[in-house]
């Protein structure tokens, strides 16, 4: 188990340079100059200018700013945005409550995901398999439940409070949700006519035994798996749902920092994103081994 694991992290390496210099390259390639845009309708002093220039390594070539930053990572200095704070200070603000926001949806589509599904696989073909409402609730919810009934609010204040999120976090997860759900019931049936199934059934086992232990737990490797790869994915996904709701996270940040060509910005955003998304896949499989005891990282 240790020497897969310190596998998996040595492989971290070449994803997170990869990653950080497509990134980097790719706002490099932006056109405009984000110094002369800082002016906005004013005119450009020169001499200003060129000082930012310097100060932020933009008067340098493209490889001589990236091991630059590379280099401010390992130093744990990832330099200043374009508005002079610290770009530390600025991930420590917006990060969590993108994670709030995250994981609030990912158990929403985790816990309904999977019961729905399981109720569904175990009742194949009857009213409740083919009655579940999934993608025509998420587009109402803003108006309905924000707007119209007032039971939850429509806009994220500028604290973003767990309630503040609830409503962002269900339209959030509703894209997943039903995936989830599809996947399970899927899952469900084929584990419901396996052997093993049967065999428990035979030997006298209880409907909620044969359920929870051969059944659900087996049905929940493929649920895991998505659901790990979809920590990430909504983590970085939000920026479309974080405008609707005007929540203070990644999505409104990694935006401005785009629209402003603030490359060190924009790699260090995605940089976490990429590290969060590949340890939430190692973690993914090491429930494995306890999901299925016939999975081993011995070698």
Same mark, same amino acid.
Not at 152 to 165: E, F, I, N
Not at 253 to 267: C, D, F, K, S
């Given at each position: 188990?240790?020497?897969?694991?310190?596998?998996?992290?040595?492989?971290?390496?070449?994803?997170?340079?990869?990653?950080?210099?497509?990134?980097?390259?790719?706002?490099?390639?932006?056109?405009?100059?984000?110094?002369?845009?800082?002016?906005?309708?004013?005119?450009?002093?020169?001499?200003?200018?060129?000082?930012?220039?310097?100060?932020?390594?933009?008067?340098?070539?493209?490889?001589?700013?990236?091991?630059?930053?590379?280099?401010?990572?390992?130093?744990?200095?990832?330099?200043?945005?374009?508005?002079?704070?610290?770009?530390?200070?600025?991930?420590?603000? $917006?990060?969590?409550?993108?994670?709030?926001?995250?994981?609030?949806?990912?158990?929403?589509?985790?816990?309904?995901?999977?019961?729905?599904?399981?109720?569904?696989?175990?009742?194949?073909?009857?009213?409740?398999?083919?009655?579940?409402?999934?993608?025509?609730?998420?587009?109402?919810?803003?108006?309905?439940?924000?707007?119209?009934?007032?039971?939850?609010?429509?806009?994220?204040?500028?604290?973003?409070? $767990?309630?503040?999120?609830?409503?962002?976090?269900?339209?959030?997860?509703?894209?997943?949700?039903?995936?989830?759900?599809?996947?399970?019931?899927?899952?469900?049936?084929?584990?419901?006519?396996?052997?093993?199934?049967?065999?428990?059934?035979?030997?006298?086992?209880?409907?909620?035994?044969?359920?929870?232990?051969?059944?659900?737990?087996?049905?929940?490797?493929?649920?895991?798996?998505?659901?790990?790869?979809?920590?990430?994915?909504?983590?970085?996904?939000?920026?479309?749902?974080?405008?609707?709701?005007?929540?203070?996270?990644?999505?409104?940040?990694?935006?401005?920092?785009?629209?402003?060509?603030?490359?060190?910005?924009?790699?260090?955003?995605?940089? $976490?994103?990429?590290?969060?998304?590949?340890?939430?896949?190692?973690?993914?499989?090491?429930?494995?081994?306890?999901?299925?005891?016939?999975?081993?990282?011995?070698?």
């Amino acid at each position: 188990m240790a020497t897969y694991i310190l596998k998996r992290f040595l492989q971290l390496i070449p994803v997170f340079l990869g990653a950080t210099l497509l990134v980097y390259f790719l706002v490099f390639s932006l056109p405009g100059d984000p110094i002369v845009a800082l002016f906005g309708d004013k005119p450009v002093n020169e001499a200003v200018a060129a000082r930012l220039r310097e100060q932020y390594h933009l008067d340098q070539p493209f490889w001589i700013q990236y091991l630059l930053y590379l280099k401010g990572i390992f130093t744990f200095d990832l330099g200043q945005d374009f508005s002079g704070r610290p770009i530390a200070a600025v991930l420590g603000e $917006v990060f969590p409550v993108t994670a709030r926001l995250a994981v609030m949806a990912l158990i929403f589509e985790a816990v309904f995901g999977i019961i729905f599904g399981l109720i569904a696989g175990l009742r194949k073909g009857k009213f409740f398999d083919a009655t579940i409402p999934i993608f025509v609730l998420g587009f109402l919810l803003q108006f309905t439940i924000g707007v119209q009934l007032g039971w939850a609010k429509p806009t994220v204040s500028s604290a973003a409070t $767990v309630q503040d999120l609830i409503l962002p976090a269900i339209v959030l997860g509703l894209g997943s949700f039903a995936y989830v759900l599809r996947l399970t019931r899927t899952s469900v049936i084929e584990n419901m006519n396996a052997d093993y199934v049967r065999t428990a059934t035979a030997k006298g086992l209880s409907r909620f035994r044969v359920v929870r232990v051969h059944i659900l737990r087996n049905s929940l490797i493929p649920v895991i798996t998505f659901l790990g790869a979809d920590l990430g994915a909504l983590m970085g996904g939000a920026i479309v749902t974080e405008g609707i709701f005007n929540v203070p996270g990644v999505g409104n940040r990694l935006y401005r920092a785009v629209t402003q060509g603030e490359g060190p910005t924009v790699v260090s955003i995605v940089t $976490v994103l990429v590290l969060i998304y590949v340890v939430s896949n190692l973690l993914v499989d090491l429930l494995y081994a306890w999901l299925d005891p016939r999975i081993r990282y011995d070698a």
